[in-house]
């Protein structure tokens, strides 16, 4: 009985795992299904299962999850598309892309040759690490040390390039000497403190600044702070104020942190930039006493007045040139501040060195030289740059149209009047009419108004029926776009004060619309707003005209009933 108990628990427990095993192997097979084609290239479910994931799409009805599946999937479509056009895409022979793909190469090449010369063989050791933290202990503290400190200052009365400077700061330490003096022969510190300091905020309080933490004061204080004796007078100590005497009252230790491996790293990493900011200048030095400079000694022989025709100045390495007009425009800046009679050619010839282009000129020749124009980090970055500009270039296409769209005063208007009840305002303009049931003789009295003969005459003459709002007048006051029809109003609010239409025809005729008078514009308020909601719509519609037109050119293939067995994840 026993025994058959355990075969029929295995044999359920073997089905069970035989489902199980079956199951996985069915999901192991979609994640590498192929859910669609664009021209040949796959896209598997894993990719759209990503996708989904990424726009943050969760289950909420069958109907909407179809929706957000297809708007997944057709985000995939037309990157791929977008990506196909861009590889295929010509730019060998478009002279701004090369200018820029050079100039782009070029940095990334000296960034490639600092990071493997320079980072990647910079290194901090652990010993390193240790001597710095004991060397220097107040970089770690996390309660700094501070002190009690009173102060008598005497200021400095000159600017430190002023003529007077030195006498001024004479006078500055007699006066401090001469305190300390008195403090030496008895006299009270906080009292000569409010009389004679030069501090306002501190004398008020017989000098008292306070306490003061270590490394939030000047260094000439803080030697003497963190060392004297507590109740210690010190010497004058000079500041950029003027001259101090100093008395420290009181002092509280810090607390210093551990050296754990959070300090170790942050340590570390500030160590290690140091080091290759130090690696770096002597990396670029060792490649200028190395360097091939060729100097054209024949332009240096005369005066810089004769120079003629942008001749060549120095060759670096015989590779490349510097020119005159180059270094003419440095030159100038630094000769004006030069003793004329003292310029040699040694001093041209350094100066040549020392400018600006020399630098990336020698590191892009030794990262030539050291064949890193073939190292797969350059050549990758080369093919995703071009990549990159290409599939910029096939996207501006839609994005050159948006830029240039601008919303007319008729578009505006149009889209106020269809969402009326979204803008509520008041009547605003003032209209005179004219009605008419033949629309030549509407044409005809326009021309007439047009070219001079008053409009109310007109509407005496030619008026006829019943108009918008049952208004027999040919005055219908100030009106809204409830009162009257819509081509009727939108006509009427885009004209200028004064200005008469063209012939309108509405349910009740031809119309002739003069604009009398404008109490505000309903549309002002709500201008900026409509435009900008103009431009969304237009960008949508850009879009989608354009995404149309790349799925009409591809050849798409979906496999609908993978696409429909799909799950969306629950919220």
Known sequence: MKKFSIWAISITLGGTFILSCAASRLARMEKDAIVARVNGQEILLQTLQGKIEELGYYSTSSQEDQEKKEAALNEIIIDMIVEQKARALDLSKDRLFQDDKADHMEEFLLNLLYQKEI?????????????????????????????????????IQAHPQAPEYPQAEQEALDRISEIRQRIINGEDF??????????????????DIGFVSRGSIVPEFEDFVFSADLNELSQPVKSPQGYNLLVVHQRE?????????????????????????????????ELKEKANFIFNEDVFSGADSV?????WVMTVNQQDTIWYDYYDAFWKSWQSHADQDTIRLEHRTKFLKDLPLVTPLLLKQDAWAKGYLNHPDYLEEESTYTLKIAVERIKAVPATEVKLYRPSEGEVYDYYLAHRQ??????????????????????????????????????????????????????????????????????????????????????????????????????DPYKPGITNTLRRLKVQEVRDR??????????????????KKIKLKKA
């Open 190 to 207: 906080a009292q000569l403190a409010k009389e004679l300091s030069e501090d306002q905020r501190s004398a008020r309080k017989g000098g």
């Open 422 to 523: 979204s803008y509520p305002t008041d009547s605003s303009i003032h209209v005179y009419h004219i009605l008419f049931q033949d629309s030549s003789l509407a044409h005809e009295v326009g021309t007439k108004i047009r070219s001079g003969t008053d409009f109310v005459e007109m509407a005496q003459k030619y008026h006829s029926g019943t108009g918008p709002g049952e208004h027999t007048s040919y005055d219908l006051g100030f009106i809204s776009d409830r009162m009257v029809p819509r081509n009727f109003y939108r006509t009427a609010v885009l004209l200028q004060v004064g200005k008469v239409s063209r012939p309108v025809k509405t349910e009740y005729g031809y119309h002739l619309i003069k604009l009398v008078e404008r109490v505000r514009s309903d549309l």
């Open 253 to 285: 230790e810090g607390e210093k942190r551990d050296l754990d491996d959070e300090v170790r790293e942050l340590t570390r990493n500030y160590l290690k930039k140091e080091k290759e900011t130090q690696n770096a200048a002597e990396y670029l030095e």
């Open 307 to 311: 120079v003629k025709d942008n001749p």
């Open 119 to 155: 980072v990647q063989k910079t290194e901090v050791t652990d010993e390193e690490i240790e001597t710095y933290y004991r060397e220097n202990p107040y970089e770690f503290y996390e309660i700094s040390d501070r002190a009690k400190v009173s102060r008598i200052l005497i200021k």
């Open 546 to 563: 354009w995404e149309k037109s790349l799925r009409e050119e591809s050849d798409i293939r979906i496999d609908q009933k993978l696409l």
